[in-house]
């Protein structure tokens, strides 16, 4: 079980496991590994063992895999706080007796979340780890690599700014902010002081970029100078976001939305 808050790196480290597994620098002894985005299940929540097969094309496995219980099989499960389902220790669907370790006993299981998605599982697993994102000498080289030309800048602009360089270590915060810098270097607008500035002006910036992509040529000064009907969809989108961070939730889905707008408003915001 690997736990992280969001944006530390637990995807991108899914994908990596994967990817050297398939060019055969770990895991020597699986003979399968199966990269299952939780997420995707999240309307269909009953997953069991031919689902996820019959995903990868591969449902012909099956029987070979119960006659094994799984054995040389890795199952790489990524957000299991994205997962409409909350894991139950008493649960009887397949999942849960899989998460549980109760079929398919001789499969090694790799399964990401965040920490408040995971706690009734972890009485279940043999070893829990925590994904912790960059440390400081990982945020350089990132800086380094990414923007080579300012990352002098960059990295004496963090350091005068414990505050937003703490940030850093979380490394899609580590993302935002170098989007930010180079934007407000170019367009000559004040960097940010704290980190709730960090986010107003992501925000803020992104919403430029979306602007400039279909054609319109915008001034944003800030988030409530958004022109209609964008700003009433602004609005209600982040409604949303408010209530499912007050109330806990990890994911959810337009059928929890009750706000007229469509899924192509969504996509081009």
């Known amino acids: ?95 849960e007796e899989f998460l549980r370790g109760e079929v398919l006993t001789s499969s090694t299981i790799i399964i990401t979340s965040r920490p408040n998605a995971s706690i009734e599982l972890r009485k279940h697993v043999h070893t829990r780890g925590e994904v912790l994102g960059f440390f400081k000498e990982q945020i350089h080289e990132y800086i380094d690599n990414g923007n080579p030309s300012k990352a002098t800048k960059i990295k004496a602009f963090l350091h005068s700014h414990q505050n937003i360089l703490h940030m850093c270590y979380i490394p899609f915060h580590l993302v935002m902010i170098m989007f930010i810098y180079d934007t407000c270097e170019e367009d000559k607008t004040p960097l940010p002081k704290s980190e709730t500035e960090v986010y107003e002006l992501f925000t803020r910036l992104s919403l430029v970029r979306y602007y400039t992509k279909i054609g319109k040529d915008i001034v944003l000064r800030d988030l409530e100078s958004l022109p209609s009907p964008e700003c009433a969809l602004f609005r209600s989108i982040s409604k949303i976001a408010y209530d499912t961070t007050t109330n806990e939730m990890t994911s959810i889905s337009l059928h929890d939305i009750h706000v007229e707008f469509s899924v192509s408003d969504i996509a081009n915001l």
């Open 1 to 95: 079980l690997l736990e992280g808050r969001p944006g530390c790196g637990k995807t991108t480290l899914t994908r990596k496991i994967s990817r050297d597994w398939g060019e055969g620098t770990i895991l020597s002894f699986v003979k399968y590994l199966f990269l299952i985005p939780l997420r995707q299940f999240y309307k269909n929540p009953i997953i069991e063992l031919n689902t996820v097969l019959s995903h990868f094309r591969m449902a012909a496995l099956e029987k070979e895999l119960l006659q094994s219980e799984g054995e040389g099989v890795c199952f790489v499960l990524d957000g299991l706080d994205e997962y409409s389902v909350k894991f139950s220790t008493q649960g009887h669907s397949w999942f």
